[in-house]
Structures are given as structure tokens and as C-alpha cells.
């Protein structure tokens, strides 16, 4: 094959041999090939975290935004009944805005999902090959002469090296995505900072002040009503008692 | 031949798959080469379901390298002369830290 794959194939075997290659002594160099392994599998752990939070604060995001959805339907039912389809229009706007909002916060959770199972697989897959170079590594220094064990562990590294550099590239994809979608996440905070997207959840927004106005000259109203019943019927009552 | 998928795994193909792979890896690479994406996109993405429909599946422990590796269909562009470039490939590899 001359093509891609047989590039990239020769592009990450010269990259490894120069990984592989640094110490001498190949007793060395199995210990220190096997260093790395360990640390690049830590590395995993790390990047496996890291998704899950990601994924954690996008999930909290999204069940602010269902809160919202509920309390601006609530809204903007109160305020028809009030006879403000104003009011109503504009919680409703919001509402709108909020679950497109959500829609594309889904889709970021499903893609960070995807990342985690492959790093999760990633994962898996370095710990067998790792637990198989550590057997080899084992036999290579017992029962090798120097010459013979750099032939050996050649072999080994360079198939292990090969999971390395898959499980790094899994690792590298992955946290592209977190930093993507915690920048995206930031930017939804920031909207809701700045009012843009209004905070709405931070209590009252003009929409809110509006409807506690409107809802307390109600309560007035109501209250009004209820004395001047009140007063109607204890004059009645006067005057029966007459 | 053993060839590995990229952030997947390994697997094992006969020789009568190996002519098909080549055949999709050289439209591949004049596809990069090209520029056009969408092309490289679909040459990978066949070869990656050939080889997961018809290869044998190397177990987790076996330590032997592969002959070729089929970047992800799904990289792109960008990615890819990035796994190309000078020091761009497995930016993670903790050598490079210690």
C-alpha cells in the first residue's frame, strides 16, 4: 500500500522509534517504555474525568433551562388571563429561545457520551496490551541475551507504542471536544450574564416585575371587592336589623 | 495483515481484502492530496466498514504492531495533516513530558 493508511502507519513507526530509542541498555528501556504506558493510561483516567464533568455541567444547564421552560409557560398563562398578550408573547419568545437552547445542549451531551465509550474502550484496551508487555518484558530479561532482547523489544514497543499513539490520539480528540463544549457552555452562561438570553434564573426579570405589578393590583382589586362586599352586607344587615 | 483502525483497534485481514483496502487507501490519499474532503470522508468510512465487517478482530493483549493504520473516518481535514505534520501525531505521549 502506498496510500493513506500506509502512511500514517509509517508516520506513527517513526515517531515511536524515536520514543522508543533513547536508552541504551535494553533492560533500560523496557522499564522505561513501561514508565510510559503507566503514565499514558493515568493520562486516560484523567481525560475520562475530565469528559464527565464536562458532560455534568452541560446536564446542569440543561435542567436549569427545563426549569425555565415550565416557569415561562406558567408565565405566560398568568398573563393571558390577565388579559396581557404582550406579556404572554414575550415569556413565550423566551421560552422559545430557551429550548432551542436545550436542543443543542442535547446533542453536545450525546457527542461527549460518544468520546467517553471511546476512551472508556481506549482505556481498556491499553490495560490488556500493558499487562501483556509487562509479562513480555519479564521474559525478555530473563531469558535474552542484549543482542536478542533489542529484537524482542523492538517488536514489543512498537506494538504497544501503536496502542499509545491510538489511545493518545483518543485521549487528544477528546479533550477537543470537552474545551469545545465548555466553551460553548461558558458562552451560554455569559448570555445569561449579560441578559442577552436573560437570566433567567436569577428571579425577577422586567418580565417578572411586570407580572408581580400586574398580579399585586389584581390582589388590590380583589381586596377592594372582598371590603366592599363586605360593607354592602353589613349595611344590609343594618338595615334588616332597623 | 494486521491493520489497525485508528482509536478502535486491531484487526486481521486476508489478502483478498488487502486488494480492496489499497485500492480505497489510493482514492483516499488522492483525496487528501486534493483537498476534497468529502471524498477522503467516504473512502475511509468504506474502509473502515470492510475491515470491521470482514477482518478478524485482534484480542485487547496481543502485542503485535500493524502493517497499516486507517485513520478515523470522521477526522478531518485538519486532523489529518495534523497526524502528518513534523510532531503533530499523539501530542499526549507522555515522553514528551518527562
Same mark, same amino acid.
Given at each position: 500500500m ?5 502512511r500514517t502507519?509509517?508516520? %506513527? ?7 522508543i ?7 533500560e ?15 486516560v483516567?484523567?481525560? %475520562? ?5 464536562? $458532560? ?48 443543542s ?8 457520551e460518544?468520546q467517553?465509550?471511546k ?9 490488556? $496490551?500493558?499487562e501483556?508487555?509487562?509479562s513480555e ?14 529484537v524482542r ?5 512498537t506494538? %504497544? ?9 483518543a ?6 471536544k ?7 457552555a ?7 450574564a ?12 422586567q418580565?417578572?416585575?411586570e ?20 360593607l ?6 343594618k338595615q %334588616?336589623?332597623k | ?5 485508528l482509536?478502535?483497534g ?6 483478498? +481484502?488487502q @486488494? ?6 489510493d482514492r ?9 474532503? =468529502? ?5 475511509l ?6 475491515? @470491521? ?18 485513520p =478515523?473516518a ?6 489529518t ?5 513534523e510532531?503533530?501525531?499523539i501530542p499526549d +505521549? =507522555?515522553?514528551?513530558?518527562?
Amino acid at each position: 500500500m502506498a496510500g493513506l493508511a500506509q502512511r500514517t502507519s509509517t508516520v %506513527i513507526k517513526a515517531k515511536l522509534s524515536k520514543l522508543i530509542g533513547r536508552a541504551e541498555d535494553p533492560a533500560e528501556q523496557l522499564d522505561y517504555s513501561y514508565e510510559q504506558q503507566l503514565r499514558l493510561l493515568q493520562n486516560v483516567k484523567r481525560g %475520562i474525568a475530565d469528559v464527565v464533568t464536562s $458532560k455534568k455541567r452541560l446536564q446542569l444547564q440543561t435542567s436549569k433551562l427545563e426549569q425555565e421552560l415550565v416557569k415561562l409557560e406558567d408565565q405566560a398563562r398568568q398573563a393571558l388571563a390577565a388579559g396581557r398578550e404582550d406579556l404572554a408573547r414575550q415569556a413565550l419568545e423566551r421560552k422559545s429561545a430557551a429550548q432551542q437552547q436545550l436542543r443543542s445542549l442535547d446533542t453536545q451531551i450525546e457527542q461527549l457520551e460518544a468520546q467517553q465509550e471511546k476512551l472508556i474502550a481506549s482505556e481498556r484496551q491499553l490495560n490488556a $496490551k500493558i499487562e501483556a508487555f509487562r509479562s513480555e518484558k519479564e521474559v525478555i530479561k530473563a531469558q535474552y541475551s542484549a543482542a536478542e532482547a533489542q529484537v524482542r523489544i523492538g517488536e514489543a514497543a512498537t506494538g %504497544i507504542g501503536e496502542q499509545m499513539a491510538d489511545t493518545g490520539l483518543a485521549i487528544q480528540r477528546a479533550r477537543d471536544k470537552t474545551e469545545e463544549m465548555q466553551a460553548r457552555a461558558g458562552a451560554v452562561d455569559e448570555l445569561i450574564a449579560a441578559g442577552t438570553l436573560d437570566d433567567f434564573t436569577s428571579g425577577q426579570t422586567q418580565l417578572d416585575r411586570e407580572l408581580a405589578q400586574l398580579s399585586s393590583s389584581s390582589d388590590v382589586e380583589a381586596d377592594l371587592a372582598r371590603l366592599k362586599g363586605e360593607l354592602g352586607t353589613s349595611e344590609q344587615q343594618k338595615q %334588616i336589623e332597623k | 495483515m494486521i491493520v489497525r483502525l485508528l482509536t478502535e483497534g486491531q484487526y486481521e485481514v486476508s489478502e483478498e +481484502l488487502q @486488494q480492496r483496502l489499497n485500492e480505497l487507501d489510493d482514492r483516499a490519499m488522492a483525496a487528501l492530496d486534493g483537498g476534497d474532503e =468529502p471524498e477522503l470522508d467516504r473512502q475511509l468510512e468504506e474502509m473502515w466498514r470492510l475491515v @470491521q465487517a470482514e477482518g478478524q478482530r485482534l484480542p485487547d493483549h496481543d502485542l503485535r504492531p500493524s502493517e497499516v493504520v486507517i485513520p =478515523p473516518a470522521d477526522m478531518t481535514l485538519e486532523e489529518t495533516r495534523v497526524l502528518f505534520s513534523e510532531d503533530g501525531l499523539i501530542p499526549d +505521549l =507522555p515522553a514528551r513530558a518527562s
